[in-house]
């Protein structure tokens, strides 16, 4: 079974416009969370994370909300742009090992 | 379903020594990655299969590391000869289509080279 869930395979909005991508836990300690994008032929690249001791953190026009009562992380992105178009993964490290969701493709449209 | 089957989770070996990790996708998956994750990075694309065909391993450092896909199932990438920078955690992940878009990762293989 799946650790860490992405339920939304794809995503569509308007340029300009909010972008919610989720994520679900399962597991929890003393975690941390991190998001990644992913462009067509290249590997995820690190975008932003968040340590299990905080509930937000914020760079830029990104957003990382960890509620851990619902074991549930978000990723807003204010606001939208074509280039953001690509696949969003989340990811939890427990120190261990990582566990990687299966992704979120957003298509940002002009 | 079963997921990506990753082994050895974890592997300490000395510069010079050789290592070999293996993965086994999700059954019915025709492709799959091979990445390298360096601490505080993003995951490093560094091959990609199609079946048991190399789509991608522009970022294979091919004096030192190989990977093959025989039969198009399970995989294995090999090291020989590790140097210190390998230190690293390696991810397989597989998906369904070749498009990229749901990948599904193993839980990686930590090495360490000292």
């Known amino acids: 079974d799946q650790q860490v869930k992405q339920n939304s395979p794809s995503l569509s909005v308007q340029e300009g416009r909010i972008s919610i991508l989720n994520c679900d836990y399962t597991n929890s300690m003393f975690d941390y969370f991190l998001w990644y994008k992913k462009y067509p032929a290249e590997g995820p690249t690190f975008l932003i994370s968040?340590?299990?001791?905080?509930d937000k953190n914020e760079d830029g026009r990104f957003t990382v909300f960890l509620n851990k009562s619902a074991k549930h992380l978000s990723l807003h992105i204010v606001p939208s742009q074509p280039g953001d178009s690509a696949v969003y993964f989340c990811?939890?490290?427990?120190?261990?090992?990582?566990?990687f969701g299966t992704g979120t493709s957003l298509t940002v449209i002009p | 379903e079963a997921g990506v089957a990753q082994s050895p989770r974890y592997k300490i070996i000395e510069k010079r020594q050789s290592v070999a990790f293996w993965c086994n996708p999700i059954?019915?998956?025709?492709?799959l990655y091979w990445y390298q994750q360096i601490l505080g990075q993003g995951p490093k694309l560094l091959i990609q299969?199609?079946?048991?065909?190399?789509?991608?391993d522009s970022q294979l450092p091919k004096d030192r590391f190989s990977a093959e896909r025989l039969k198009g199932v399970d995989s294995t990438l090999k090291i020989q000869p590790a140097k210190l920078e390998d230190s690293a955690v390696y991810l397989c992940a597989s998906s369904p289509n070749d498009r990229g878009e749901t990948q599904y990762f193993g839980p990686g293989t930590r090495l360490l080279v000292l």
């Open positions: 990811a939890q490290d427990t120190g261990n090992q990582f566990y």
């Open positions: 059954s019915g998956h025709a492709t």
């Open positions: 299969f199609q079946n048991n065909g190399v789509v991608d």
């Open positions: 968040i340590s299990s001791i905080k």
